[in-house]
């Protein structure tokens, strides 16, 4: 797709989802077995209502069947899925439309996805992306009779194991997705979209108590140096306030949240997204906070003119201000996460650095001490 976006400082390619790859490829294959001649591209119109010209790459007519491959081009976003063969094996039948997943299509074994547990992982969008193909390559030749379609995908089972797939009780290989057709590069929504699908499985398994981990180094926090099980956990990357936020539309009872201070350091502002690209008051935050806890002028100075949150904590330290400074920290943190759930849901957090030179909880709020309880490995 020759569309971009500008965002994190540079201009970025959009991309198609593998729903619409399976539907244009279902679709280049009831139009090549109802006209017997292979189409070099078909036109898709995807959910938010664009037509999208999309590419088969091969073609493949055997009797009353015929396959269709088209490439998964996920434009400038990080996307594993790229440049996969999505193929649809489309069959003549008498009459309705059957949709179903062969080799490296992932099956589900869990509730709370949007399929239910036993099917192949081609959500519904997908389904009905690929039914409207059919229906529209059919009216078009005429045909009255009905399709059977098996979506595969070559290397699907190797790449679904790198994905999220396992985790949300997903296997075999990868998810047929997409509710707008369309990749939009670095989504926001996409990280979100994921973490919500998570708490709707956790949700479906009895789980009543949410751990939250922001990133590598809270997983690697937890697990190593708090002794928690983490077989339950979901990461929220940047995504603090929305991951609550749909974890109390669901229900649960309590969250307990774990990450770096680099991270942590802008929920004392009231600031829940904590991608740099939306926000960076690090150094900001902790210079005010430092203020408050006593610290000099020259302190604050140094502070504002550390890059990291680990060199601002060594300046608290020479100064002996750091226990003060996180204190207030902790009261912030506490004041801003209180004021948005406090009364939908208990929650804790704690806030940990895991320098060369220090590595340790520098502060929690919160219920933390009774929700940690929950989650130590016994």
Not at 52 to 57: D, E, V, Y
Not at 85 to 102: H, P, R, Y
Request: proline content about 2%; charged content about 20%.
């Amino acid at each position: 797709m020759e569309q971009y976006k500008y965002a994190y400082n540079k201009l970025m390619r959009y991309g198609f989802t593998t729903g619409t790859c399976a539907a244009a490829a279902a679709k280049g294959a009831a139009i090549a077995l109802l006209s017997g001649e292979p189409a070099e591209s078909v036109q898709i119109v995807v959910p938010k209502g664009a037509e999208l010209s999309i590419g088969i790459k091969s073609t493949v007519i055997d009797g009353n069947k015929c396959t269709c491959t088209v490439i998964k081009d996920g434009g400038d976003d990080p996307d594993a899925t790229h440049g996969l063969e999505i193929c649809a094996t489309v069959s003549l039948i008498n009459d309705g439309i059957i949709i179903d997943g062969g080799a490296g299509v992932g099956r589900v074994t869990k509730k709370g996805l949007d399929q239910p547990v036993g099917n192949a992982a081609i959500n519904h969008v997908p389904r009905q992306m690929i039914a409207d193909g059919l229906k529209a390559a059919a009216a078009d030749a005429g045909y009255k009779g009905g399709f059977s379609v098996i979506i595969t995908v070559p290397r699907g089972e190797q790449v679904g194991a790198r994905t999220f797939n396992p985790q949300l009780g997903i296997y075999g290989g990868i998810s047929i997705l997409g509710t707008s057709g369309i990749v939009e590069p670095m989504s926001d929504k996409a990280i979100v979209d994921t973490a919500k699908v998570e708490l709707n499985v956790l949700k479906e398994e009895g789980v009543h108590d949410l751990l939250l981990t922001i990133g590598n180094y809270g997983e690697k926090y937890a697990r190593e140096s708090l002794g928690l099980d983490l077989t339950r956990r979901v990461k929220c990357s940047n995504f603090i306030g929305d991951t609550i936020s749909a974890a109390v539309s669901l229900g649960f009872e309590s969250v307990m949240l774990i990450g770096h201070i680099g991270k942590m350091v802008k929920l004392a502002a009231g600031i829940t997204n904590t991608h740099s690209a939306f926000a960076d008051a690090r150094m900001d935050i902790i210079a005010a906070c430092a203020v408050k806890a006593g610290g000099s002028i020259e302190a604050v100075s140094e502070i504002l003119d550390c890059a990291t949150t680990d060199a601002a904590l060594d300046i608290l330290e020479a100064n002996g201000i750091l226990d003060g400074t996180m204190n207030v920290l902790r009261d912030r943190i506490y004041f801003h996460l209180n004021k948005k759930f406090s009364d939908r849901i208990r929650f804790g957090a704690l806030v940990f650095t895991n320098s060369a030179d220090r590595t340790c909880t520098l502060l929690t709020c919160g219920e933390s001490d009774e929700l940690l309880k929950k989650w130590r490995l016994k």
